[in-house]
Structures are given as structure tokens and as C-alpha cells.
């Protein structure tokens, strides 16, 4: 199962701290994906860490403002996001995967509820 936590309603500018735990499985067996669907369109690739946090990569939209960051001890993966702007308003949804850390949803095999960001003007 995989529990996100940490939205919330934040002006533009700010900062927020998404959480994810991963609880049974073998956290270190998952690479790692965040994503995000805003109101009416589909959802899309944020960013996303390798199992032992060597790789990460993140969409275009959110490169410089966003860290996807995993503590294996604790099996939780964070997604620190700042310089949050309005259209960054969107359900997150952190993911795990078995074939490599990807942009790509199909790849992921477990998905956690999401937890709602929004970023007032």
C-alpha cells in the first residue's frame, strides 16, 4: 500500500512537502514516481527516483522547483516542491515501480490515493 500525505492550500510562491509510505512491500525493490492530475486533463509525469536514489528525473514543468527525494529506512518518498505556481494545482499520486524509475504511468505498478495540492494567485 502506499500512503501519500503533506497537500494542502498554499499561495503562489510557497512551499509544500509531499510524503509517501510504502508499507507491504520490499521498499527497495520500488523506483519511485510522483504525478500529478489537475481538473479536466489527464494525468502527467512530475518526477521520479531509482531505488537506491542515484537517478531521479523530473518533467520540464516542475525542473528547479521540484526534489523527489526517498528515505529506504523510514520507506517513504518525499516530494519537496517550492515556488509553487497556480497551475501546479492538481492531485499528486506517488507510484512504485518494478522496471526502473519512468515518466511513463504505465510502468508503475502500485498507486497511493493522491493527496490535493492547491496554489491560490
Known amino acids: 500500500q502506499l500512503q501519500a500525505s503533506g497537500g494542502g492550500l498554499v499561495q ?3 512551499s509544500l512537502r509531499l510524503s509517501c509510505v510504502v508499507s507491504g512491500g520490499i ?5 519511485m514516481g510522483w504525478f500529478r492530475q489537475a481538473p479536466g486533463k489527464e494525468r502527467e509525469f ?10 531521479t528525473s523530473y518533467a ?8 523527489i527525494s526517498r528515505d529506504n529506512a523510514k520507506n517513504t518518498v518525499y516530494l519537496q516542491m517550492n515556488s509553487l505556481k497556480p497551475e501546479d494545482t492538481a492531485v499528486y499520486y506517488c507510484a512504485a515501480s518494478i522496471t526502473g524509475p519512468s515518466s511513463s504511468p504505465t510502468r508503475y505498478t502500485y498507486w497511493g490515493q493522491g493527496t490535493l495540492v492547491t ?3
Open 12 to 14: 503562489a510562491g510557497g
Open 46 to 55: 512530475a518526477a521520479a527516483i531509482s531505488w537506491d536514489g542515484g537517478r
Open 27 to 31: 521498499f527497495i525493490n520500488y523506483d
Open 119 to 121: 496554489v491560490s494567485s
Open 60 to 67: 520540464d514543468s516542475v525542473k528547479g522547483r521540484f526534489t
